[in-house]
């Protein structure tokens, strides 16, 4: 049984262009092409463990993904975040492949949604980028906007404002300019392209701080406790777009507003659909919202190029 | 990421003892002391998986188990059963090992199971041992009785006689005398102590069949799909033990007893607590079933045992 060990990713990843192929996986999900069953979830005192696994229906494999994270792991030196994905014939259920990229294949699968998020719902002229949070998804996110919009003014926010300082420095090496701001409502009012990206369980953002014109990915929050919007925004909002209807049910920023009873089913609408048949921002005035809880069709089509990539 | 081979995992077996610790897995699950989440399925067109995982709440590991049916499989030379046990720290969630058992440990942990149960239910005079099914399980049942009971007469039924008749010969060169019946009321009436092994969606054993005095296991079941048993004998046992109430909302026998309103939940017990408690068997005139559809502690367990023998 082949183990691809993550350096090894790493060097395939390069030759890979993901963005096409999670477009086409997200309208094959919206398009009910997919088996992709509820997301497994083992609680753990330490840490917790999501699975999420699924097929293209009649497709070459099927994978099984297997994330963790355990947080108290920075104070021994490890990382907090862990993980491989599992490819299987589809024909036989014979293992093709264990990519042991340690999560660094959901971080990508993840921006990747982002960008597809912008690039449908992003409005023409970004001024500034909004990113909320520091962590590895507030940089990735970043990195993986550039085929969406060229613009290079950056606005970050952190809970911790020396993290953000280096998240600063460190971005404005790769040539952005970016700006800290300790205040989110000044976030708000100078970026128009905004992923959040914190795995806060109190609202970030509020309703009053949100202008006109202004797209919000929201890819934070993906499990019950975690929110980042406050669910007003998802209720004002002209587009409320999703990744997963399904999974929107038990996790999210719109089960939260589902619960407030300021959005049903009728007022969201996939990703994949509006990849599909349109249904994107209309003009630079509309509020749009996109809310990622990660979905195992991105898994496998990451999954499935590193593969064919490697040999 | 270390990866073990079916031929390393079979070196460590026969040093390995697997019947106490199931048990004391079985224990500690019917006490509460595990986290073990509904099995995740994956239903595709040529095959299916079964995703089973947990833990003992505060121990070592956590497993996921990834276990596969792809039945056209025999068509083209490649077994039937395919699967992997991940075993992670669960104070890190970094992995431990990937014991790429092919299904085999599955098996082991199963027999035992009904090894098991058998230790708690079946009567103290066991006449012969029916067997219903020709596979594997119906091999490997056998053999785990071992320590159960000295009986070395078996009846067995198989849907395929030849099938049948090459499991009389395989097994009379391992000591046992083997009758072949075509007629299950046969098989009931010779043998007080029933293993049901087949994948049957259409019952088999009938109330009418089923004499005082008997323990049937019945572990074919499994599914949403499969039964082997009337619902009527359920409902006219002295004794109906189960390894989860929780697994037998959705598959296995009892779930068609819940269902045709034979039963209810306080009419089974679980195994664990049978174990930890007593409550088995009160005398040889009694009929007790025990319907297992595999808990993923079992799994947890038998995964531990083989990856402490190999270091």
Known sequence: MKVVSLTEIEKVLPNIDPMPLIEDGFVDYSAGKCTIPPVGELLMEKGDIHIKYGCSNGGDYYVVKIASGFYSNNEIG??????????????????????????????????????????????????????????????MQLEYLKPVTDCKNVVVWGRNVQKA???????????????????????????????????????????????????????????????????????????????????????????????????????????GTVIANGGGRDNDDQITIADLTGVAVQDLKIAEAVFKGLS
Chains 1, 2 share one sequence.
Not at 95 to 109: G, K, M, N, S
Not at 113 to 137: D, E, R
């Open 78 to 139: 490890l990382p907090t975040s862990n993980g491989m994905m599992l490819l299987f014939d589809q024909n036989t259920g014979m293992p093709a492949v264990i990519l042991h990229d340690e999560c660094y294949l959901t971080d990508v699968r993840t921006a990747v949604a982002g960008a597809i998020s912008a690039k449908y719902l992003a409005p023409k002229n970004v001024k500034a980028i909004g990113i909320v949070g520091t962590g590895i998804q507030a940089r």
């Open 165 to 271: 300082e280096q998240y600063k420095s460190d971005m404005e090496q790769k040539g952005y300019s970016v700006t800290v701001v300790t205040d989110l409502a000044d976030l708000c009012e100078k970026a128009n392209l905004i992923v959040t990206t914190t795995p806060s369980e109190e609202v970030l953002i509020t309703a009053d701080m949100v202008k006109p014109g202004t797209h919000i990915t929201a890819m934070g929050s993906d499990t019950l406790d975690k929110k980042e919007l406050d669910p007003e925004i998802l209720k004002m909002a002209d587009k409320v777009v999703v990744d997963s209807v399904d999974q929107s049910e038990t996790r999210g920023e719109i089960m939260w507003a589902r619960k407030a009873g300021m959005i049903t089913n009728d007022d969201i609408v996939e990703l």
